[in-house]
């Protein structure tokens, strides 16, 4: 049986086997497990750096609608991971081979990776804050003025913008060629890096800045990247923490 085979999500639930959901049901607690380690993980490990100060209303507690969205996130993930999943078994542009990791199809794809997935999310974020779709499916992110959950503030949004920016994700993965280890590094740490800019954490580094999306849930109308200020500094859209810290 192949493994890609062990997996019920194209098949119809009439035709589904015991051994097949038995091995989806792990999946999906893999996935569930990998989720919580990630959100947990994050917030323990980073925790010994200083604080971004609190500036902007905090979201002190969960309605019933922010921890249905979060379900029904964490849901949209394990469709995700498992699309991934299937996609570098088969796709020719992947490379699996110990012999096979060179230079470009790791380092230099893994940097690709995020700054084509920004050109896109930056994109895609600007339009979900036009008027006249904002209100509909981005606003409800927005409610959180200072993130501090980490990856609960991170997924606390609409199930149209999760699964599309999730999905960025496979198009990136797609559209440059690399080393299947680039790939599970692009993804964990992509959720990773999403989680921290949820965080109060000040972690400050030369491409990734998690004040800098502190800013933008101050100012919905600036920094707009996910993981890098790169395309936010070309499309003029681009606001330092310091600019209004002071």
């Known amino acids: 049986m192949a493994v890609e085979d062990l997996f ?15 091995y989806t049901l792990l999946f999906a607690a893999g996935v569930l497990l990998g989720l ?51 996609f570098v078994l088969n796709a020719p542009t992947i ?6 990791l ?6 230099v794809s893994l940097f690709a990776m995020f700054l084509v997935y920004d050109l896109f999310y930056v994109q895609f974020h600007r339009v979900l804050h036009l008027r006249s779709i904002y209100g509909y499916i981005h606003k409800h992110h927005h409610r959180q003025k200072a993130p501090s959950r980490g990856y609960l503030d991170a997924t606390n949004v609409h199930p149209v913008e999760f699964i599309i920016g999730e999905y960025l994700h496979l198009l990136v993965i ?8 680039t790939v599970v ?16 954490y000040d972690i400050r580094s030369v ?9 933008h849930h101050r100012m ?14 070309i499309f003029s859209t681009y606001r330092a923490y310091k600019d209004i810290d002071n």
């Open 8 to 22: 019920f999500l194209t098949d119809t639930i009439v035709t589904i086997s015991p051994e097949k959901a038995a």
């Open 36 to 86: 919580e380690v990630l959100s947990q993980g994050s917030l323990i490990f980073f925790r010994g750096y200083k604080h971004i100060p609190i500036r902007g209303k905090h979201l002190d507690k969960f309605e019933r609608k922010d921890n249905l969205y979060i379900s029904v996130n964490k849901f949209l993930t394990i469709l995700f991971t498992f699309h991934v999943s299937k």
């Open 95 to 100: 490379l699996w081979k110990i012999s096979e």
């Open 102 to 107: 060179t230079f470009v199809n790791t380092i």
């Open 174 to 181: 797609y559209l440059i060629p690399s080393h299947v280890s």
């Open 185 to 200: 590094v692009f993804v964990i740490l992509g959720g990773i890096l999403a989680t921290l800019n949820h965080t109060r």
């Open 207 to 215: 491409i990734f800045n998690v004040n800098v999306h502190d800013v």
């Open 220 to 233: 919905p109308e600036s920094n707009y990247g996910q993981y890098t200020m790169f395309w936010d500094r």
